[in-house]
């Protein structure tokens, strides 16, 4: 449609930002190019909400139901068949305008905050040139019309997560966590093609209207119940591409197994652990899936859903025990991401499709929604907190309140909406979750539900250890709060936090697209019980933790071996060193290098050898002389004709 | 046809000619002098074209014509070659072929 023909701009200025600001990098001195890095998501920010007005009040409801709108900018850009083909377009439905909300919010107040954080840092302009490319990839990621836009931009996400987290390239961990990320996700994005593939060939399209539609997926069923044979281990062929496109998404939204490449992420600045790994990059997998939901929900009655939703409930309950034990801030925050997007991929699992049945669906989005902002919030003001401190350990901190009141504030505002305490975002969004879970299967709610828990106990511990308990001598150097451009990103995301729970998310976003109410029962004792839960966490955090306690000792020695494992995060990083090293590197490289380098190389070096020793050896005819030549020649000449004579 | 003179003895003449031109080209090593046997081959062969022209088919002349064609070539030939002896005897103030050998392994 016309009246949005503008959004190419959206993606367009943060690129042009990027190339600008790469190129001109060496000229062009701090603080010139972060404001010239922040005029442009201003733009951004001020053109996704004028999107998002238009989208929802202007064009708004057509046959109760909110229409996609594509807008093509090729038709036909990838030609493979006359069916099959790849188009270049933007698509604006109620997911993408949320996310664009989303990422332009957060990478706007990223911005702002990094011009007072990376404040006198040698890379200056080249981190807001990489923050220009991250945010135009994310932009278009959310606004692909198809899969295989949605993969490229995937991969560019993926470049520019790269080139942050290895942002301080002079410390060899953060070469070392920039290298394991990007292979990581690599890995999982070699299944998410392998999967677009397959949804291209039994699909016969790339296209996200298309493959969402009604006639199609009725297609796909159809094609599933007459060719029994394309199917493996009782799932047809489709059931596994979705499966395959959803390790794709676990592998960017750090969901266990693939989960490793997360924490050690947090070698990058704290801004970019909140922009990138926190709010917008991580969540792709669950927007991914949101996506596809309309297939993910439909075809073979939803197992791949199935899967999505076990997928998330483990990796919930599984980071936050993990969560519980870390001592490095950011990595708890880290973790803490990792079960809330595990909660948001719960939420899309256990969702229905139409009207109030889809409330998962709807409760996951609210989830990414609220989850972006205090969770960024959460990570920005550890930057304030790292800044002030210069650690990043909770040992170094400790009674920070009273040099730090305006990050204590914001801090516990966040945590509070982490928690799931009314009336902060997170209450909202979570308690839709646990409701949706709840009506789909108990032994996921109660997962849910303890996870809710835990997240409260270990943000609680967070936020007690590092603003009360012990008073830590800090000596001559000490801490004060952030300046300014810090301040006001981490205000607005606080106002954020505490008021997007109000939105009603349920009129904007919806499985099928057509509204429906939701409210919260304030008597249902689903609700009552997941406030005392939270409320229960944070008791016993501030018991153990307010005051300085022996407590925290004691439970630990109580935990044995279970505390050491957790604390190790489950030995996973050494498993996968044990997997990679020992037997991948050990039993079949090595061989294979053994193979090439003896038997395939020997051979052709044979062949050099045996050349250059021939060469060396009749080397002696070469004379020089041209009498020699000639009699050669003519002795040869005599012999043909002899032979020819006597022979023939 | 010649008078008296039949193919046989003309082959016998040019062959005789043609194998003191390869003989004088494998001994003798001064330059002028393989260039002269070399001479004396071409002109055995020219001789060739035109008797076995005369005597298989004497209507058409392209056996005429190619001698001639390679009287032409051989004297260009000849400048070449004589240029290159005289730029080799300026090098190297030699022109025996013995003295001249940087062109082997």
């Known amino acids: ?24 990098a060496k000229k062009i001195k701090e603080p010139v190019s972060g404001y010239i890095g922040t005029a442009g998501l201003l733009t951004v920010f001020g053109l996704s909400l004028y999107t998002a007005y238009k989208y929802f009040f202007e064009l708004g409801l ?18 493979f068949s006359d069916k099959l083909a790849i188009d270049l377009g933007i698509l604006i439905d ?40 991250f945010t135009f990839s994310m932009l278009g990621l959310v606004l692909s019309s198809n899969l295989f836009m949605i993969y490229i931009f995937w991969e560019l996400v993926g470049v520019s997560s790269f080139l942050l987290i290895g942002f301080y390239f002079e410390k060899p961990s953060a070469v070392a966590a920039s290298k394991k990320a990007f292979i990581v996700t690599r890995f999982a994005d070699m299944f998410f093609l392998i999967g677009i593939l397959m949804v291209g060939y039994f699909g016969q399209s790339f296209d996200f209207e298309t493959l969402n539609n009604p006639t199609t997926y009725e297609t796909i069923q159809n094609w599933i119940a007459n060719h029994q044979i394309f199917s493996f281990m009782g799932l047809s062929m489709f059931t596994w591409a979705l499966i395959l496109i959803y390790i794709g998404g676990m592998g960017k939204s750090a969901m266990f197994p693939l989960h490793i490449w997360l924490p050690d992420a947090m070698e990058g600045p704290t801004p970019v652990s909140a922009l990138i790994h926190a709010a917008t990059m991580v969540v792709a997998g669950v927007y ?37 034990t870390q001592e490095d801030i950011k990595r708890v925050l880290a973790f803490s991401t990792m079960s809330q997007i595990g909660y948001m991929m719960l939420a899309l699992g256990v969702s229905g499709f139409e009207g109030h049945e889809g409330l998962g669906y709807m409760a996951g989005m609210f989830h990414l929604f609220t989850h972006a902002m205090f969770k960024a919030l959460l990570f920005l003001t550890a930057g304030a907190i790292i800044h002030a401190v210069h650690s990043n350990f909770m ?14 504030i914001v801090f516990l505002v966040a945590a509070l909406a982490i928690s799931g305490i009314p009336p902060f975002a997170g209450f909202f969004s979570k308690d839709e979750i646990l409701t949706a879970a709840f009506e789909y299967n108990k032994l996921l709610w109660f997962i849910g539900f303890l996870v809710a828990g835990m997240t409260a106990f270990y943000m609680f511990r967070l936020y007690f250890r590092i603003f009360f308990n012990k008073q830590t001598d800090y000596g001559d150097h000490k801490p004060h709060e952030a300046p300014v451009s810090m301040l006001i990103a981490l205000v607005f995301l606080a ?35 997941s406030i005392l839960m939270a409320a229960f966490g944070i008791g016993m955090a501030y018991l153990m933790y307010f005051k300085e306690t022996a407590y925290p000792q004691k439970v630990a020695s109580a935990m044995g071996s279970g505390y050491k494992w957790a604390k190790n995060k489950f030995y996973f990083d050494e498993l996968y060193i044990f997997i990679t090293h020992k037997i991948i590197f050990d039993k079949i490289s090595k061989p294979i290098a053994w193979f090439d380098r003896r038997v395939i190389d020997g051979f052709m070096n044979l062949l050099g050898v045996t050349v250059e020793k021939t060469a060396e050896r009749i080397k002696f005819i070469q004379t020089g002389r041209m009498q020699d030549y000639a009699m050669f020649f003519v002795s040869g000449v005599i012999a043909i004709v002899m032979l020819i004579i006597f022979f023939r | 046809m010649i008078e008296g003179v039949s193919l046989f003895e003309i082959m016998s003449l040019t062959t005789i000619l043609f194998f003191i031109g390869i003989y004088g080209f494998l001994t003798r090593t001064n330059l ?34 190619f001698s001639l064609f390679i009287i032409a070539l051989a004297a260009a030939e000849t400048a070449l070659a004589l240029a290159i002896i005289l730029h080799l005897y300026r090098l190297t103030t030699k022109i025996d072929i013995k003295e001249v050998e940087e062109l082997k392994y």
């Open chain 1, 495 to 529: 106002a954020m936090t505490v008021i997007s729970g109000f939105i009603p998310f349920s009129t904007f976003v919806s499985a099928d697209k057509i509204p429906f109410h939701s409210h919260i029962h304030w008597g249902d004792p689903l609700v009552i019980g």
């Open chain 2, 32 to 65: 002028i002098a393989m260039l002269m046997s070399l001479e004396l081959m071409v002109n055995a062969e020219a001789i060739n074209f035109v008797a076995i022209n005369k005597y298989l088919s004497p209507a058409v002349l392209q056996g005429q014509v």
């Open chain 1, 62 to 79: 057509t046959d109760d139901k909110y229409q996609t709108v594509k807008i093509a900018i090729k038709n036909a850009w990838l030609h």
């Open chain 1, 395 to 408: 040992k170094d901190m400790g009674g920070l309140h009273k040099y730090m009141p305006v990050s204590s």
């Open chain 1, 94 to 133: 109620p997911i993408s305008v949320m996310m664009l909300i989303v990422v332009s919010t957060v990478s706007l107040m990223v911005h702002i905050y990094s011009l007072g954080y990376m404040h006198s840092d040698t890379g200056f302009s080249r981190f807001y040139a990489y923050l220009s490319l």
């Open chain 1, 1 to 24: 449609m016309d009246a949005f023909s503008y959004t190419y701009l959206i993606p367009l200025i943060p690129l042009l930002g990027f190339l600008f600001l790469g190129f001109t």
């Open chain 1, 288 to 324: 991914l899936v949101a996506r596809l939901f309309p297939l993910y929900y439909h075809i073979q009655g939803g197992v791949a859903l199935q899967v999505v939703a076990v997928v998330g409930a483990f990796s919930a309950l599984f980071a936050a025990i993990i969560a519980l």
